[in-house]
């Protein structure tokens, strides 16, 4: 029987994408022959892993998990809606969750070294991720997460698997559970206005300044008088002051009682937010957005030239 030796995994890895005991397995029963070993993932595994690393993925679901005293939420993305729905993805994702719930990894990359094994792959969660993706055939990644075990209370709330809320508090659970029902629905970007982040209140006073500019230029086209430097500055503030009252939550109206804000809300109930992280599926990952015609022209081009 041929000696399989680790480099000879990592060469197989290297071509294939395939899970290092998948790599393993092929090589023995290619008794070290690669270039039979990596027909024999083909034919298991095809060629999706590597393919699919570079595809987009922009779907996916929010997961949440405690352990003891610890919470964690964790988004796991694909490339479309259908394969949040597959009970091997949902396995993934879920037990992915409570690994970093139970083990606090530093980072992804160290989620991924951690032990798990499902499907027949194994022995680590990345070994998992890239067996999954030889097998449903669509790339999936672990795409961040946050871990909560300051000594606080923690809830939290999924919406659907699209949305995921978890909120650091002490006192009422039921405010605080309500607290992350806000969250999910009106998206603050900060407990308070001083809190919001200065990229966003300089966008926000740059709008309001080209709004007030633009009123100008029609009140001049008009015939109008132009307001003062001043009343203009004035506007301007205005406006930013507003849209920070808008995304902090401690100033937002309480989506169950509108007649009273968020901070109000916790004080009658004695209780205190010190933190909020809302994940909502694919936030801020650009899209593919397919051009049908494009690519039937181009396929027809392709033709033309072969």
Known sequence: MAVITASMVA????????PMM????????????????EELLRVKLGSKAGKAAARVTAEGVITIASAGAASAMLEVNCETDFVTKNDSFLGLANAAAA???????ADVAALGALSYTQDGFGPTLEDVRKGLIGKIGENMTFRRFKRCSSGTQVASYLHGTRIGVLVEFDGDEVAAKDVAMHVAA?????????EVPA????????????????????????????????IVTKRIEGGVQKYLKEVSLFNQSFVKNDKQTVEQMLKEKATKVHGFTLYVVGEG???????FAAEVAAQIAAAKAG
């Open 186 to 194: 009106m998206k603050p970007v900060s407990l308070s206005s001083a």
């Open 22 to 37: 998948e790599c393993k397995k092929a090589l023995t029963e290619a008794e070290g022959d690669m270039v039979k070993a």
């Open 99 to 105: 690994l970093v719930a139970e083990h606090n990894p």
């Open 285 to 291: 990952i650009e899209k593919k957005v397919d051009d």
């Open 11 to 18: 060469e197989l890895r290297g071509k294939t994408d395939a």
């Open 199 to 230: 990229e966003l209140v300089a966008r926000e006073r740059s709008v309001a300044a080209a709004k007030a500019a633009e009123d100008a230029a029609v009140a001049v086209a008009a015939g109008k008088p132009v307001q003062s430097a001043e």
